[in-house]
């Protein structure tokens, strides 16, 4: 008898536990891919990101990457506007600041109570400064754990502006 009860207390605690794979990181990603101007030699790009509005602070995302043809920065959980701040610096030292706004709907992901929350976001409109960037193009508007395709297309000025080929 003793050993049919620890024969079901040890059934009843493999079952109980969960097979739910929560994700190792819960944040998702947006992808940006460059066609024109920033592949030219000596480009570096910097992109920043405001920490707070009231005090003004600035937090480095990507610190002077060298030809830059896509990148994936982090998307903010519940603002429903990220901002960031692209720099392009030539091999000269000159540096041309662009501006962009992505405004989205954020909507929470449930996959377990065992796993952190997290969010998808549709991407609704980008604004943007037109210094070093000719337009942007929302490619994909749905933002998931899934970052191998292209969110965003960025034609830049000064260069080749035909469609990215092969992987976006």
Request: aromatic residues 10%.
């Amino acid at each position: 008898m003793r050993k049919l009860i620890i024969f079901f207390a040890v059934i009843s605690a493999i079952a109980a536990c969960s097979s739910i794979d929560c994700p190792l990181n819960n944040k998702v990603y947006a992808k940006y891919k460059f066609v024109g101007g920033s592949a030219q030699e000596g480009t570096t790009l910097t992109v920043t990101t405001p920490l707070s509005q009231a005090e003004g602070d600035d937090s480095v995302l990507i610190n002077k990457m060298e030809y830059a043809d896509s990148i994936s920065l982090p998307m903010s959980y519940t603002r429903t506007e990220d901002s960031f701040f692209f720099s392009f610096e030539n091999s000269d030292g000159n540096a041309i600041t662009d501006t962009i706004k992505v405004t989205k709907n954020n909507m929470p992901h449930f996959e377990s109570v065992d796993c952190n929350p997290a969010f998808f976001h549709t991407i609704t409109n980008v604004t943007y400064t037109k210094h070093a960037i000719d337009s942007i193009k929302i490619n994909k508007n749905t933002v998931t754990y899934n970052a191998a395709e292209a969110h965003f297309i960025i034609y830049l000025k000064g260069g080749d502006s035909s469609e990215p080929s092969g992987d976006q």
